[in-house]
């Protein structure tokens, strides 16, 4: 019998190591599936995307669709005429959508339109916020969604209180952590860059809407970053949207910022596990820095993912200085690890599809 054919679509560089974990699994099951990487543009260049898929063990995708750019109604309008063209050609048995991007929910409806069952890995995620985007793409995924992957038992309990029914909320785990524990070994080895010594700086990130793109938000933030880079050095990954905000604002970056270039995912990882503390407003970043029980500031107002809160807190720009100040006295507090965050992930997914998959046939 052939092999299903399967899907794996991601939009944004987050959803990789997301991926990688569920393509190491299939890959360990020959006959399984036959998996294919989609990947819809979202995030396109070679430092954003490309550079990531050697690092998590990805191929090259399958099919690139090219769809990045324009506003939100636009990407989400082109990338599910791209996914409803590819599908007409090659019909997939199931298809898998990572997150809560444009991309992931236009992958989403396309699929569902054609009658193809959907997983949404990284179901269940609720920030509180609902004219978020990324609030509506997740909660409007879940709602199509044939098979519902939540990274956490709160996750999950989210969904079950939603209506979805419980056959389809599988608990399998959160992917990052997984990814994480695999790459760590290879990540600690790679060399910081230079000037950067192990335990003697902090890393910053900062690229959502609501911090960059309003000009006065953006300065805001930036003066809070000069206030902690006079006490420790700061290295910032900057995000391509992120220059380009300060550029149209005219604002300069703070003295004691160590600009570096996007990263790929085990240079970043390294650059994390050597670090005093993280600055982030990333998701994905608070979930590495509970795995690492690495100080994390989050530099958001709520987070979808409160089980990173017991070594993570939500800092606005006006505390930023006096919470790293804390970290720094060794007042903040260890970091601990949720049920299901592990290297049994994969299994966990793998088990999910051959169960589902034998209800299909």
């Known amino acids: 019998m052939t092999a299903p054919l399967l899907h794996l679509v991601a939009a944004a560089r987050p959803n990789l190591p997301k991926l990688s974990v569920l393509w190491a699994a299939l890959a360990a099951q020959p006959g399984l599936t036959e998996a294919r990487l989609v990947h819809t543009g979202q995030h396109y260049d070679s430092a954003m995307f490309g550079d990531h898929l050697g690092d998590l063990g990805l191929p090259a995708p399958h099919h690139a669709l090219g769809m990045a750019g324009g506003s939100h109604a636009e990407l989400t309008g082109r990338t599910m005429l791209a996914c409803e063209q590819l599908w007409q050609r090659e019909r997939p048995a199931l298809v898998v959508v990572v997150g809560d991007v444009d991309g992931t929910l236009a992958a989403a409806l396309a699929a569902r339109k054609l009658a193809i069952p959907v997983v949404h890995l990284e179901a269940g995620l609720r920030g509180g916020h609902p004219d978020m985007a990324e609030e509506i793409n997740r909660r409007a995924v879940d709602a199509v969604a044939t098979l519902l992957w939540p990274p956490s038992l709160g996750a999950a ?47 910053l990130t900062l690229h959502r809407a ?7 938000r953006l300065e805001h933030w930036l ?22 905000r300060m550029a149209e604002a005219g604002l300069a970056m703070p003295a004691g910022v160590r600009v570096l270039p996007p990263l790929g995912y085990l240079d970043f990882l390294g650059l994390l596990a050597g670090a005093r503390l993280v600055a982030s407003d990333s998701g994905g970043i608070q979930e590495e820095a509970t795995m690492l029980d690495l100080p994390c500031l989050t530099l958001r107002e709520s987070t979808e993912r409160p089980e990173t809160l017991s070594g993570s807190r939500l800092v606005a720009p006006e505390a930023l200085a006096d919470a790293v100040a804390e970290v720094l006295a060794g007042a903040w507090p260890h970091a601990v690890r949720p049920p299901l965050w592990d290297a049994e992930v994969g299994a966990r997914m793998a088990a999910s599809l051959e169960a589902f998959l034998a209800e299909l046939r």
């Open 157 to 203: 309990e989210t969904l079950l209180r939603e209506g979805h029914v419980a056959s389809r909320v599988v608990a399998v785990g959160n992917t990052m952590a997984a990814s994480l524990l695999a790459a760590l070994p290879a990540a600690r080895a790679r060399a910081l860059p230079a000037g950067l010594v192990a335990g003697g700086y902090g890393v």
């Open 210 to 216: 609501e911090n960059v793109d309003t000009p006065a």
């Open 223 to 244: 003066g809070a970053v000069g206030q902690v880079a006079q006490r420790l050095p700061l290295a910032w990954p900057l995000h391509p949207r992120t220059a380009k």
